[in-house]
């Protein structure tokens, strides 16, 4: 059995941080390989892969594991600089009463600063001895994501094709929408692709309702289910002469009422369109 967990990287988990002795360490590896079990929550762009228990568990120890050893280094780094942060106002008075502790600080800054370092490089090879595979399973899931995807739209497509067998008979269905502004949409379905409309009718009866819809209002637009839409377009090249080969009948999906302001003028730059469907 598989489970779902998140692919980001060490800069998403973090967020942000200073530059300094840690800081620049991380700034370098700000695209470490990570893997949390829940979305990191400063980053868009994680992915979610499905593994194996063992192997999702051991990756997202992995990271906690750094991540608090991070943490645990900038908590020492920044007892060690406290020389270094001197407040924005009253400067004079907090080196003169941290003055032997400033001192002691910088002396020993330099073998501190290094032990960091040290004690990161430590953490990161851990990390990464224990993230080692995740890199190769990684374009292993991607390759086993695409052929599912690609069986999957086959499938999809086989199904939609078959649809199309036997379409003149009871097995469209219609529904007509209003909207704000008066305008009104007249909707089609292969029942067996999308669910929506009423009753089931043949295709012919389909466009005699459109028909009758049209003879009073000129300007109602026609649209398709999605699916439907998608079995015509594949069948037949377009929605349009798929709709006309299975009714004799060439019609405008969306005509233009005159009556409605111009699409587009000198002074609003380019045309724009109230029509969001891609189903043409």
């Known amino acids: 059995m598989e489970f779902d967990f998140y692919v980001t990287d060490l800069g998403s988990l973090l967020g ?46 992995a990271t906690r594991r750094l991540l608090a050893q991070i943490q645990a280094l900038q908590e020492r780094e920044e007892a060690v600089s406290l020389h270094l942060r001197a407040p924005f106002r009253g400067g004079l008075w907090w080196r003169i009463k941290y003055a032997r502790r400033n001192w002691l600080l910088r002396k020993g800054y330099d073998a501190a600063s290094a032990r960091l370092r040290s004690d990161f490089a430590a953490a990161l090879a851990d990390h990464q001895k224990s993230m080692d595979d995740l890199p190769r399973y990684l374009e292993e899931y ?118 409605d302001p111009p699409m587009w003028s000198k002074y609003h730059g380019a045309p724009s369109s109230s029509y969001g469907s891609g189903s043409f």
Not at 16 to 33: F, H, I, M
Request: positive net charge.
């Open 142 to 259: 991607a390759m086993r994501e695409k052929e599912r995807v690609r069986r999957e739209d086959e499938q999809a497509r086989k199904k939609r094709a078959e649809a199309l067998d036997g379409v003149s008979g009871p097995v469209w269905a219609y529904e007509i929408r209003k909207h704000s502004g008066g305008r009104r949409s007249f909707w089609i379905y292969l029942g067996s692709l999308d669910a929506g409309g009423g009753s089931k009718h043949t295709v012919r009866e389909v466009h005699a309702a459109l028909t009758a819809e049209r003879a009073e209002h000129h300007y109602t637009g026609v649209y398709w289910g999605q699916e439907t839409a998608r079995a015509l377009a594949e069948e037949y090249e377009t929605v349009v002469s798929g709709w006309a080969r299975l009714t004799g009948e060439v019609i405008i999906p969306l005509p233009r009422d005159p009556s």
């Open 16 to 61: 942000g941080w200073t530059v300094n002795v840690v800081g620049a360490e991380l700034s370098k590896y700000n695209r470490l390989l990570c893997a949390e079990a829940s979305s990191s929550s400063y980053s868009t762009s994680d992915r979610v892969v499905r593994a194996g228990r063992e192997d999702r568990d051991r990756w997202c120890s």
